[in-house]
């Protein structure tokens, strides 16, 4: 069984130095640290993973849903090496041989994607395709759900994070048809409706009620599929789903790790580029398109993705029978290759899975299960055990006397804490329960 490296107080007080460094001159406590791992990483290797002081953890986040091979996979390094030789990685126009044939890769891949531009960041893609949206049909509303990265037009419903001049024609509808339907009246004409899918809480019938109520409107139908593109399922999520979305977004897992993302879609609605800008210098770098490629290779036949999700059923069942071991209200659920767990009581799960993490394990409460495809039998393996002890110790200090409910209670308090819902949404679409 694959252990992690043993905790030691040289070890601790090396590690703290560094991050004292990081907080003094570029970590922010509440997103660096505070939502994320309190961590300074080093190195990375498929799913393993080393602290700046060289302590081993199992990542099974895939880096943020980025490396669904693993980090570091030899084709995609071999790719992007011999790519830097030949051409230096970078070219002063921006069309290369590259980037053409990604595109035509993606048309291939996505049947809606006549034509696609290329970004850098998630972000990027999403604020691309809200502009594309506004162009192409002339209104300026917007109607978004789910998150979509950092830019302002984003942050309309999230106040504590956005400037207070935030885009006011966009409206966010928290995955409530009924509340679509009233803000379109209210704001229309509506340029588009932009969603990420929430693969876990709403199913395949929602998605295409929700299509419905973007037509009904006359609105343009974005999905985003910067995290569900090349991990949900072969064709992307509203292949699966049976959409036909005007434009899609990705980002996550299209490099494998390397920085790139991609506004795809209907070529009458693309050819909005021609009265907009969307140029950026580093379109002429090329590496990235390369890692691209090497990507698609590797996802082609499927196996990388069933690996996974093999991965993530172990996971899914192992986590479920130590908490029911342990009498704890918590549950693991629906979609295996990026799967959620709630707790009812939200502070024990906070409190277990910095155990998990403590121990060796990146997992957190609130962030979402995305094992890669490098994951290890012996890892998982290790990592189910591992919960036992940790859930124990979680126990031991978190006052569980309120810990009862059922799923629907609990996934109702946490889909409104982590992609703002509405109870009424939840409690009608989510199914969840039915997918374990």
């Known amino acids: ?76 390094l071999d790719r992007i090496g011999a790519e830097l030789a030949r051409s230096g990685g970078i070219l002063p126009g921006p069309l290369s041989t590259l980037r053409v044939e990604l595109a035509e890769r993606l048309a291939a891949l996505f049947p809606v994607a006549e034509r696609s531009v290329f970004f850098r960041t998630g972000s990027c893609a999403t604020t ?20 979509h990265g950092w830019h302002d037009w984003h942050l309309q419903d999230r106040t504590p994070m956005g400037p207070p001049d935030r885009d006011p024609q966009t409206h966010d509808f928290h995955y409530d048809l009924g509340l679509l339907d009233e803000l379109a009246a209210a704001h229309g004409p509506v340029a588009g409706v932009i969603v990420t899918p929430e693969v876990n809480f709403f199913p395949h019938a929602y998605a295409r009620a929700l299509e419905e109520a973007t037509r009904r409107h006359g609105a343009l139908l974005i999905i985003d599929e910067v995290m569900t593109g090349f991990r ?53 770098e090329i590496t990235p398109f390369a890692a691209a490629l090497a990507t698609l290779d590797a996802l082609a036949d499927g196996t990388a993705l069933a690996r996974a999700s093999a991965v993530g059923d172990r996971l899914i069942h192992g986590l479920n029978e130590v908490f029911a071991r342990h009498s704890v209200p918590a549950w693991a659920f629906a979609h295996p290759t990026m799967f959620d767990v709630v707790f009812a009581d939200s502070g024990l799960g906070h409190a277990f899975f910095q155990q998990m993490w403590s121990r060796g394990f990146l997992m957190q409460y609130g962030g979402r299960f995305m094992p890669s495809a490098a994951t290890r039998d012996e890892d998982v393996e290790a990592a189910v055990a591992t919960a036992d002890s940790a859930l124990a110790a979680a126990l031991e200090e978190t006052d569980t006397s309120h810990c009862d409910g059922d799923l629907l209670t609990a996934a109702v308090r946490f889909a409104g804490e982590r992609f703002v819902t509405t109870p009424a949404t939840v409690e009608r679409w989510f199914d969840g329960a039915d997918r374990q």
């Not at 949206?133 to 109607?143: I, M, N, W, Y």
């Not at 909005?272 to 140029?279: H, I, N, P, R």
Request: glycine content about 10%; aromatic content about 8%; overall charge positive.
């Open 128 to 147: 691309a395709a809200v502009r594309l949206a506004r162009v192409h049909t002339g209104a300026s509303t917007v109607l978004t759900s789910g998150y």
């Open 1 to 76: 069984m694959s252990t992690t490296t043993p905790f030691s107080q040289a070890t601790d007080a090396a590690h703290a130095e560094l991050l004292g460094r990081a907080r003094r001159f570029t970590a922010s406590q509440t997103w660096d640290l505070d939502h994320r791992f309190p961590l300074v990483l080093d190195r990375a290797s498929g799913a393993e993973v080393w602290d700046a002081a060289g302590r081993r953890y199992v990542d099974f986040t895939s880096c943020s849903g980025a490396a669904p091979l693993g980090a570091g996979h030899r084709p995609v």
């Open 232 to 284: 949900y399922a072969t064709g992307g999520y509203h292949t699966a789903a049976g959409l036909s979305p005007d434009l899609i977004t990705l980002s996550k897992g299209l490099a494998n790790g390397t920085a790139l993302s991609a506004v795809s879609g209907r070529a009458q609605v693309m050819a909005a580029v021609e009265d907009t800008y969307l140029g950026n210098t580093y379109q002429r």
